[in-house]
């Protein structure tokens, strides 16, 4: 058994760098391919907000999709810096789950790694709502990194 093609979920966060790291250096081991999905709110609230904070000449960069766009670019480079052959960042409107679950079937991969934990939750938490949603949902198999 081994695999061809990981998905793996990031926010960009720290701890789902970890599990991009993770999910790399897997991809490297065997031989995989990697997609990293960053899934996104198109409607996010406070983001007109930190555009009208941020430098004017970045401004035109401070949209949800371009920000999830950057999260699965500096994953993709991640996974190269790895020694993953072929990785390939995607950005989806949707929650994460549905985001990692649709790339997954459609790009029929078979595995999907995700961080126990993303940015959101307190540390008593031990799994975030996207591990748990794609567990018992997932069309392959699933990997939690364990994040902290
Ligand atoms: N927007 C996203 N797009 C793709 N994958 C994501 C996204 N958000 C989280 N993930 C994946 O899910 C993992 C766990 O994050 P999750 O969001 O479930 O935890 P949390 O933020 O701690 O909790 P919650 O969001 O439920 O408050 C991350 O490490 C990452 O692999
Ligand atoms: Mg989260």
Redesign the pocket.
Known sequence: MTYDRIV????G?E??S???EHAARLAASVGASLIA????DPHPQGLDRDRAEAPEDVQWRITASGL?DD?AQGAVQLARRAGVRQATALSEAGT?AE??LEVAERRRADLI?????????PGR?L??????A?SHHAPCDVMI?R?S
């Open positions: 793996v979920g990031t926010d966060s701890t789902a970890k599990a991009v999905v960053t899934a996104y999830a999260h994460a985001a990692l790694v995700v961080g126990s934990k993303g940015m959101n939750s938490f799994l975030g709502s996207v591990p748990n794609v990194v994040t």
